[in-house]
């Protein structure tokens, strides 16, 4: 049976079939704050783990960084490798499950991101599966965002059963009403949070509480290997 977390490939088929977006087209404003905060040098390669349609990659890559884009969803590379091609992007795509990337790409960086995507996961062993393959790709010297949905205070997980149902949603670029998969999510409180991220192995540089119009309140922590 496919894990939960992959129902997001069957929201993003059915979105793209309308010929539509499921995410907007504006970048993250935690990314943007996280480059700036490194003073990330322009040229360096940056790694983002579940890059969805590729809104941030693409963004990045026209700032003049070298981007490798990794998602679950065959339908969200698909698009992705799309919409580079026609604006002339050279990121390099790679379909590749989160919990296991290092039997995608065998390969270290120094600098990775991942927006939104632990809170899909619900059971604490895809959770620490999850930080361990992150935790692995991290060179030495590395740097990791890590930005999850939730105000840091409230617990709350979502029954893994329905992740594939149908469930009407609304399409915020649009406002359109559509039936689409319901996936997965997960929030958990700082203490828990904190707590799983020094298990996995890292150092807790930076920790905030902050706001986008994508996801709402957000959880956002700025990671290294100990």
Known sequence: MKKYYYAYGDRYKEVHSKGLLWFSEEP??????WIEFYQIPIGEEICEIGCGEGRDAIFISKKGYRITGIDVSEAAISKCKERSQKNKDDINWVVGDALSINDTINKKFKWIYSIATLHMLVDDIDRAQFLKSLYDMLDSKAKLLLVIMGDGKTDKKTDISNAFKLQE?????TGFKMMVAGTSYRGVDWDYHKQELIKAGFKIEKELDTFNME????????????
């Open 28 to 33: 993250t404003p935690e990314l943007l704050t």
């Open 169 to 173: 949603r609304i399409h915020a670029p």
């Open 215 to 226: 996801y709402g309140n957000c959880m956002t922590v700025y990671l290294s290997r100990k």
